[in-house]
């Protein structure tokens, strides 16, 4: 038995020296990878800071031509992307204009239609809106017949006296 148990414990030690001979080579390709991160890093960091104009005294004019240069191409993207969005806002504006002068229009319509049906005159007609660029319609003021009869009458319905004529029936 003690033979059994020196030939396991000479596998695992077997074992762990081969996992550890391939782990040394990963370590090895890992710490590598990790260097070579870390230059590209560093490398994009030194161009951000050129492209922000931070430390360009160290650049020739032909380095300082070529950021000019991608700047400018950058720009360019920039303020395309800005305009096409600007395009797609005012389109979406336009839109809902549109619809609420339809939805608009609709509401007058109907309301028309009920105040047709109720043979009720309008209070005050309000003239549709119109696009921007188009003048609106003139219209005719309404005329209204505010008359109104202002005397006081006291007593009973049948016996009244107007405050005017002092004490004369009616």
Not at 1 to 22: C, E, F, P, W
């Amino acid at each position: 038995m003690g033979l059994q148990k020196s030939i396991d414990r000479y596998k695992a030690y077997t074992k762990d020296t081969v996992n550890n001979k391939t782990v040394q080579p990963d370590i090895q390709q890992v710490k590598a990878d990790a260097l070579s991160l870390a230059k590209k890093l560093e490398a994009l960091e030194d161009s951000k800071r050129k492209i922000l104009g931070e430390n360009l005294g160290g650049c020739s004019t032909e380095e300082l031509h070529f950021l000019e240069g991608k700047i400018e191409k950058s720009l360019r993207v920039i303020r395309g992307k800005k305009t096409q969005l600007l395009e797609q806002q005012i389109a979406k504006l336009k839109e809902k204009e549109r619809t609420l002068l339809k939805d608009n229009e609709d509401l007058r319509g109907k309301q028309r239609n009920l105040e047709a049906r109720l043979l009720l005159p309008a209070p005050n007609s309000v003239a549709p809106l119109q696009p921007r660029g188009e003048p609106a319609p003139e219209q005719e003021p309404v005329p209204r017949d505010e008359d109104v009869e202002t005397e006081l009458y006291m007593g009973l319905p049948g016996v009244r006296c107007s405050s005017r004529r002092s004490g004369q029936a009616k």
